[in-house]
């Protein structure tokens, strides 16, 4: 089903309309313990008894722990909101990151581009898949600067902020999903102590190429 991604001057969620734009860095900071939590009960559906255990068998994981964008505003929430354009209330499957046209957007794990081209609302649109059924997408750029197939590493840059598809402004609509369903990506854009220990116990240092899933 296509997800509209909402713009970035659109109708906040209740708590942002209440202080205005948030501040990205508190935001993380104040979500480390919730992405910890996360991280470790995802883990262990990965080191389930039941199911191959990704340390040593299956593609490399890169788990998303960085901004995508650098000096930018949190301006939409992830979860229920009233939707700008559409003016229905619907679920938000991301966040909505302000920034000027031209910012430059950075993967936030390495992985391998699955599609970078022109996607229903969500305009000049790249995935990319980091292992384990991971993926995080970015929506509304003004450029593309990765084709599909391309290997990235966390911190590459693979476009430019832009209001492309239905936005209303320049910003980046990023998501994160596991298992094809979208999570609340704000836990994931902190690197956590447990995402950490994570990479040590791949010896990837977070780094580690990660294949398509």
Same mark, same amino acid.
């Given at each position: 089903?296509?997800?509209?991604?909402?713009p970035a001057h659109?109708?906040?969620?209740a708590?942002?309309?209440?202080? #205005?734009?948030?501040?990205?860095?508190?935001v993380?900071?104040?979500?480390? &313990?919730e992405?910890?939590?996360q !991280?470790?009960?995802? !883990?262990? *559906?990965?080191?389930n008894?039941?199911?191959?255990?990704l340390?040593?068998?299956?593609? *490399?994981?890169?788990v998303p722990?960085?901004?995508?964008?650098?000096?930018?505003?949190?301006?939409?929430d992830?979860?229920?909101?009233?939707?700008? %354009?559409?003016?229905?209330?619907?679920?938000? *499957?991301g966040?909505?990151?302000?920034?000027?046209?031209?910012?430059?957007?950075?993967?936030?794990a390495? &992985?391998v581009?699955?599609?970078?081209e022109?996607f229903?609302?969500?305009?000049? !649109?790249?995935s990319?898949?980091?292992?384990?059924r991971?993926?995080?997408?970015?929506a509304?750029?003004?450029?593309?600067?990765?084709?599909?197939g391309?290997? %990235?590493k *966390? &911190?590459?840059?693979? @476009?430019y902020?832009g209001?492309? #598809?239905?936005?209303? @402004?320049?910003h980046?609509?990023?998501? %994160?999903?596991i298992d #094809?369903?979208?999570?609340?990506p704000?836990?994931?854009?902190?690197?956590?102590?447990?995402q950490?220990? !994570?990479?040590?116990?791949?010896?990837?240092? @977070?780094?580690? &190429?990660?294949?398509?899933?």
């Open positions: 089903m296509s997800i509209a991604a909402a659109a109708e906040t969620n708590a942002a309309a209440a202080v #205005g734009a948030i501040d990205v860095s508190k993380t900071a104040e979500n480390a &313990g992405a910890d939590e !991280f470790t009960e995802l !883990f262990a *559906k990965w080191e008894p039941g199911q191959a255990s340390l040593t068998a299956g593609p *490399k994981v890169s722990s960085r901004m995508p964008l650098e000096d930018t505003r949190l301006t939409s992830y979860g229920m909101r009233t939707h700008p %354009v559409l003016g229905r209330r619907m679920g938000h *499957k966040v909505d990151l302000a920034a000027p046209t031209g910012t430059p957007i950075y993967a936030t390495d &992985g581009v699955s599609k970078a022109k229903s609302s969500y305009g000049n !649109f790249v990319i898949e980091h292992g384990a991971i993926q995080t997408r970015y509304h750029m003004s450029r593309i600067a990765v084709a599909d391309a290997r %990235v *966390k &911190g590459d840059i693979i @476009g902020v209001s492309t #598809g239905r936005s209303t @402004g320049p980046l609509h990023y998501e %994160v999903r #094809g369903n979208a999570v609340n704000v836990p994931y854009m902190v690197e956590s102590s447990a950490q220990a !994570f990479a040590l116990a791949i010896s990837e240092g @977070g780094q580690g &190429g990660a294949d398509e899933n």
